[in-house]
């Protein structure tokens, strides 16, 4: 990789950590009226590949609330919640939820990262590109981590920038999972 890549991905990884440690003290979830968003469409419409290289699309989820978080290896608030939403994804699972970890980050690095600390949930590899789309899903500083929860319908119901406790996400999922 050239020198200006690698400053560059420096630059962005620690403008995105700060970012995200500076929304990790929000405390609520945001609940959004439901609406269809172009911006979600897409996204659910790509695959990614996970850490062993296999592609995953999104798609194969439709019909499921879904848990959408973005996050990095390198982001600590994003490695701080990951323990609640792995816990949150095997009380769910039998529910009709589905959970991806969406990783801006490189292969090696998540791969490293669930070999040491594993979580109940896919960990798929997102290009920069895929960061972009957070923005019109509400992640207008484009911080991690950032969370979008999807419900049965397709239709955004919540979306968090910063950490998201366990306690909030079960109350949003037992909400969201009740009919």
């Known amino acids: 990789m050239n020198r200006t890549l690698t400053v560059l991905v420096v630059v962005v990884a620690l403008v995105a950590a700060a970012a995200g ?17 172009p911006a979600l469409e897409k996204l659910l ?3 990614f590949p996970d850490s062993t290289s296999s592609k995953r699309p999104l798609a194969d ?17 994003c490695r701080k919640e990951m323990p609640a939403l792995s816990a949150m994804s095997t009380k769910y699972q039998d529910k009709g939820v589905q959970f991806f970890g969406l990783s801006i980050d490189t292969e090696t690095n998540v791969r490293a990262y669930q070999a040491k600390y594993p979580v109940s949930y896919p960990l798929l590899i997102t290009p920069m590109s895929a960061i972009e789309l957070t923005e019109a899903l509400g992640n207008t ?13 397709g239709m955004i119901s919540v979306v968090k920038l910063g950490m998201l406790s366990e306690e909030e996400l079960d109350r949003k999922l037992a909400e969201l999972t009740r009919s």
Do not use: H, Y
């Not at 979830?29 to 269809?36: D, F, H, I, K, Q």
């Not at 989820?61 to 608030?77: D, Q, S």
């Open 141 to 153: 500083s484009q911080a991690l981590p950032f969370t979008v929860i999807v419900d049965k319908t």
């Open 21 to 37: 440690l500076l929304t990790a003290r929000q405390s609520e979830l945001v609940s959004v009226p439901p609406a269809r968003s």
């Open 61 to 77: 989820a439709k019909g499921k609330v879904l848990v959408l978080n973005f996050w990095a290896t390198w982001c600590p608030p």
């Open 45 to 47: 419409n790509l695959e």
